[in-house]
């Protein structure tokens, strides 16, 4: 069975840091892309960053460059995102979603990811 859990939310003062986690089960990192996506309430689901199939490539969205940082360890089978100097903007429940792709690329549009997680709550209190 193909599942994400997300853990690592909670709250968080502006200026702190947080890592959540994206633990694949039944995944093979190797053969899958993986986003994280946030949303916060009554906005759309917006990208974050991204990982590659073979874990070289990443991608992240203006917003949090400098800030966030997406890695994974294959042996946990696990995909993190490193969130430093967090702005109450960043409040929103955060995604991870997988896509099955053969190519060293990824997206960070939702439509593009075939699996997801069922989130984790990030707040930032100012």
């Known amino acids: 069975q193909l599942t994400l859990a997300e853990s690592g939310g909670e709250l968080v003062q502006a200026g702190g840091s947080l890592r959540l986690s994206c633990y694949a089960s039944g995944f093979i990192l190797d053969y899958v892309a993986i986003g994280w996506f946030r949303q916060a309430p009554g906005k759309e689901r917006e990208g974050v960053s991204c990982?590659?199939?073979?874990?070289?490539?990443?991608n992240y969205v203006d917003s949090v460059k400098g800030r966030f940082t997406i890695s994974r360890d294959k042996a946990k089978n696990t995909v993190f995102l490193q969130m430093n100097y967090l702005e109450p903007e960043d409040t929103a429940a955060y995604y991870c979603a997988a896509k099955d792709t053969v190519q060293d690329m990824c997206a960070t549009h939702p439509n593009e990811y075939d699996y997801w997680g069922q989130g984790t709550q990030v707040t930032v209190s100012s």
């Open positions: 990982i590659t199939s073979s874990g070289e490539g990443t």
